[in-house]
């Protein structure tokens, strides 16, 4: 099997490390207390999977989507490859040795992990559970063997796929970057005619055919998802309590506030 496609499926799913996610899909009264900037009480934070193939833009996306949305973080991978001019160790991967990256996964410390292009990248599982418990809602800019593994750990997520508008304008956009040699490129279009397979696992799909509208796009979900009844049940109690009338000494909520 190629580097390209080796699945990290035989990683250490179960490592020691990976234990904070057992009770992941607990409901929400059972989960780790928090209070979202949406104001829904008792809940741990969203989980968010974007993959796209590679040259369609999704981290310059998801970076807006995290600065532009209070509450949403995007989680920083650590990477065996080499930084490229520009980018910074702890910014925007944890750059680790080979060695590093491979003694990492026999002690089970990622929650997924995946070698793409003879590279190999992962998410730490710490990393994620603390964010998740503190109710902090996280972007997991992943490759869809990594959105796999979250998957097959029964973790819950929203999956997002992001789509270019068209081959055509992938190769045009992977060219345009000129990051990348035409071995590369090859490599990169042929990888993406077998990712872009993988798009009905998501929960949702997105064209970029426009930065600011697919970044539209992105909120909107993460806004839906925030405001789903079994995340917002605690605040919305809190709202229809002041409906009733033995909490108020007979006094309903629309005289009180007058
Ligand atoms: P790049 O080297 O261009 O930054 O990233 C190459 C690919 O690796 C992208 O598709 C990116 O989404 C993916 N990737 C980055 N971090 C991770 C990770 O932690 N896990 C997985 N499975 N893929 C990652």
Known sequence: MSSDTRSAFDAPLNGAHARPFDGAQGKPSERAQ?????????????LFIVSAPSGTGKTTLVERLARETPGLRMSRSYTSRAARTGERDGVDYNFITREEFE????????????????????????????????????????DVQGARQVRSRGLENIGIFVLPPSAAVLEERLRGRSKDTE?????????ACREVEDF?????????????????????????????VRLMRARAEEVISTFRKDDHGGKSSESEQV
């Not at 071995?183 to 990888?191: D, G, K, P, S, T």
């Open 34 to 46: 928090g209070r979202s900037v949406d104001g829904s009480q008792g809940r741990r934070g969203l």
């Open 103 to 142: 003694a990492r996964v026999r002690e089970g410390v990622f929650l997924e992990w995946a070698d793409i292009y003879g590279n190999l990248y992962g998410t730490g599982a710490a990393d994620t559970e603390g964010c998740l418990a503190g109710g902090e809602d996280l972007v997991l800019v992943i």
């Open 183 to 191: 071995e590369q490129i090859a490599r990169r279009l042929e990888v």
């Open 200 to 228: 009905a696992t998501y929960d949702y799909v997105v064209i970029n055919d426009e930065v600011e509208r697919c970044v539209d796009r992105l909120r909107s979900i993460v806004v839906a998802e925030r405001a789903r």
